[in-house]
Antibody
Framework: QVQLQESGPGLVKPSETMSLICTVS????????WGWIRQPPGKGLEHIGR???????DYSPSFKSRVTISIDTSKNQFSLQLRSVTAADTAVYYC?????????????WGKGTTVTVSS | DVVMTQSPLFLPVTLGQPASISCRSS???????????LIWFQQRPGQSPRRLIY???DRDSGVPDRFSGSGSGTDFTLKISRVEAEDVGVYYC????????FGQGTKVEIK
């Protein structure tokens, strides 16, 4: 059974770059898209972007200018970098399997990691 | 851009009674392959979202059969036939036909 685990700093200063890693266990990164979603406190879900096992990416328009998602299949990890963060980027960040032809969309999620942007 | 609109946003229900959540999209969710990629998630308090229903009405493994999804085109519904205490949480619809757009969420609470 595939499991996902987010890791990274819980506190980031404004204007800096936030970096998170998602480690996938119990399965391969192949033949699937892997992505990130965030949830600001008390609010709904926002899709940030996704990466295919080949490294190709798709980003949601509202994040496109300052986000990079990459993948390291040798480590079974994919990562999120969000640049120039502000307090509005404070949220729980979830990694998930965005799409797989055998599994459909967003069938597996990590538990989430809280990131606070504050000086 | 596609807009997903859920109603109601807050749904107090009595244990054992049915509940229904509506999700409407601003554009048809029928994809070029003929499938309709409308998904329902459940987010229990303090937990990550869990997929319940995909492609409008296909229930995920382990999801109780009291949950059902229906609809077509732009109008979709999630029904819980008899609400149980463990069903408390926020329910989101999401379209994956055009990109990934979530509804605002419907909070289900026990009266």
């Amino acid at each position: 059974q595939v499991q996902l685990q987010e890791s990274g700093p819980g506190l980031v200063k404004p204007s800096e770059t936030m970096s998170l890693i998602c480690t996938v266990s119990g399965g391969s990164l192949n033949a699937a898209y892997w992505g990130w979603i965030r949830q600001p406190p008390g609010k709904g879900l926002e899709h940030i972007g996704r990466v295919f096992h080949t490294g190709s990416t798709d980003y949601s328009p509202s994040f496109k200018s300052r986000v990079t998602i990459s993948i390291d299949t040798s480590k079974n990890q994919f990562s999120l970098q969000l640049r120039s963060v502000t307090a509005a980027d404070t949220a729980v960040y979830y990694c998930m399997r965005d799409f797989g032809w055998s599994f459909g969309h967003m069938d597996v999620w990590g538990k989430g990691t809280t990131v606070t942007v504050s000086s | 851009d596609v807009v997903m609109t859920q109603s109601p946003l807050f749904l107090p229900v009595t244990l054992g009674q049915p509940a229904s959540i509506s999700c409407r999209s601003s554009q048809s969710l029928v994809y070029s392959d003929g499938n309709t990629y409308l998904i329902w998630f459940q987010q229990r308090p303090g937990q990550s979202p869990r997929r319940l229903i995909y492609k409008v009405s296909d229930r995920d493994s382990g999801v109780p059969d009291r949950f059902s999804g229906s609809g077509s085109g732009t109008d979709f519904t999630l029904k819980i036939s008899r609400v149980e205490a463990e069903d408390v949480g926020v329910y989101y619809c999401m379209e994956a036909t055009h990109w990934r757009t979530f509804g605002q969420g419907t909070k289900v609470e026990i009266k």
